[in-house]
């Protein structure tokens, strides 16, 4: 379990740690961001995400793709897949549940005398992967657009997905890597994509601001040594 566990959070801190991306309102007013400098375009950014309940963050690879609900109280829902196997994720009440078939949790390491017991079951998981889980948050989101790091540059307007946007590049610094942020120009100043390229390139987006509920603790746990 340790050892999947391992894999699995590696790559959920890689996408969280980006922050997150967002689809923006359809409302065809513009905000004025496009008048901003880029750093008043990340700081909008930064309070718009802050007075929002919710947004769907998507990212993914061949290997690892993930799709996650995150909410404003620090609740969590979603999916991870990886090597094929599909992860149900949930985080309510500041606990963290995994659930997978024991097909899937075999194909991450588990050995096969500890995966068949947990079907149907949500693993708990302890504090530290609780932590590590976390990472994909609302104040991550705030943080990342307020304090980027390195130098700013405005790089012009573009349409991704319907939305427009206006993108602000960051050269990065020891906490945030370099990469550039999409800001809807339309609506909420909403981030609507996230790009990072070289070492560790991803690509975050978002869509559904403020729908959805928060998830409720599942009732059918189960604790396991090292999970």
Do not use: H
Request: glycine share 12%; charged share 10%.
């Amino acid at each position: 379990m340790k050892g999947a566990r391992a894999s699995l959070l590696g790559g959920m801190f890689a996408a969280g740690a980006v922050g997150a991306a967002g689809c923006g309102s359809s409302s065809s007013s513009t905000n004025g961001v496009t008048n901003e400098s880029a750093q008043q375009i990340l700081q909008s950014a930064a309070s718009a995400v802050k007075g929002a309940q919710s947004f769907q963050a998507s990212s993914g690879s061949p290997t690892l793709k993930i799709d996650v609900r995150v909410f404003s109280n620090g609740d969590l829902r979603g999916t991870i897949t990886e090597k094929g196997g599909v992860l149900t994720l949930i985080v309510a009440d500041k606990k963290d549940y995994l659930s997978a078939s024991p097909v899937t949790w075999e194909s991450l390491g588990v050995p096969a005398s500890q995966a068949a017991p947990l079907k149907g079951k949500f693993v708990v998981l302890s504090s530290a992967s609780a932590s590590s889980l976390g990472t994909v948050t609302f104040s991550k989101v705030e943080t990342q657009l307020a304090k980027p790091g390195g130098t700013l540059s405005k790089i012009g307007t573009k349409t991704i997905n319907g939305q427009s946007v206006v993108g602000v590049r960051y050269t990065g610094n020891s906490s945030n890597p370099a990469a550039t942020w999409y800001i809807a120009t339309t609506g909420p100043a909403y981030p609507v994509e996230y790009v990072r390229t070289g070492s560790g390139a991803t690509t975050v987006t978002v869509s559904g601001w403020n729908s959805g509920s928060p998830p409720t603790p599942p009732t059918n746990t189960t604790i396991v040594a090292g999970a």
